[in-house]
């Protein structure tokens, strides 16, 4: 198993659920899973009054 230090977005699929105009937003991510090389994360953003409005689906390349 190779140990890799660096990554480059791959791709990124951004989903806005609803309008932020104030306040700050709290963000959840994870690793969902992972393929050789590649690193698949999901994140989702909320609201200060805790409501979900973004989701966020990236694929990573892991660099040597």
Known sequence: SEEYKVAATGTSQIKYLAPVTEGVISLR???HG???RKYFIHSEAFSPQGEK????QETWIALK
Request: net charge negative; glycine share 0%; charged share 30%.
């Open 29 to 31: 991510t994870w690793l």
């Open 34 to 36: 992972q393929e050789r």
């Open 53 to 56: 409005v973004v989701e966020l």
